[in-house]
């Protein structure tokens, strides 16, 4: 929808829909692990490719209320915390609430960050994820993104995104956005763009990942697993 994203005001429109009325309810639960199923559907399959054991260091790149790293902690006893950044620090103040109530304050950690310059010593983590975030940069910011996981990652580390696919079938998600407002500013991009970016990045094996159908909203993703190029 545009070229030019302003991530902070991206940010700061979510938290807005997250703390207000009744479309904060459902945008809160939309958003938590129990809404997983609805947004994120198949995502126990997406996130098996990236075989993540418990020795593994996780960070999720654009958390929100941290559903995905409660999901995975439900399943694996990690040696460390995986950690989430958020650009937005009231919705990740909403997220310490969410992993208060799952009972996981001392087994998951939440921290306010941009994309732009990831608060962590270079090679610090094993597996990166990021879903449905990567739409809200614009292409400044996303080789910079990029290129930041590169850098915290170690060397052969795994990098697993999703987001919506650049298609005639995408339409809905515009039409939803001029209705309703919902999502912010978002450029989609097609797989061939996305590969390039991630190569640039210092990413390679790059492999599709096939995600079954997503319930909300019913339009085409991109899931890819990419490696960060050995030293």
Known sequence: MTDRIDPQAVGARYAEWFIRGPRGVAMRFLFSRRGLWVINTPYRRILAAARIGPRDRV??????????LIALAER?????????????????????????????????????????????????????????VLKHLDDAALATALGEMARVLRPDGRFLLWEFARSPLSAPLFWSARLSGLPPPF???????????????????IARITTGPFLMPPVPRIA????????
Do not use: K, W, Y
């Open 187 to 205: 450029l989609l991009r097609d797989e061939d763009a996305l590969r390039q970016a991630l190569s640039t990045a210092g990413f390679d094996r």
């Open 224 to 231: 890819l697993l990419a490696r960060r190029m050995e030293a």
């Open 59 to 68: 960070l999720d790149l654009g958390c929100g209320i941290g559903n995905l």
């Open 76 to 132: 694996i006893v990690f040696d460390q915390p995986p950690v989430g950044v958020d650009v937005s620090p009231a919705i990740i103040e909403l997220g310490r609430s969410e992993v208060r109530r799952a009972g996981m304050e001392n087994r998951i950690v939440l921290q306010a960050a941009g994309a732009d310059r990831l608060p962590f010593p270079s090679a610090s983590f094993d597996v990166a994820i990021s879903s449905h």
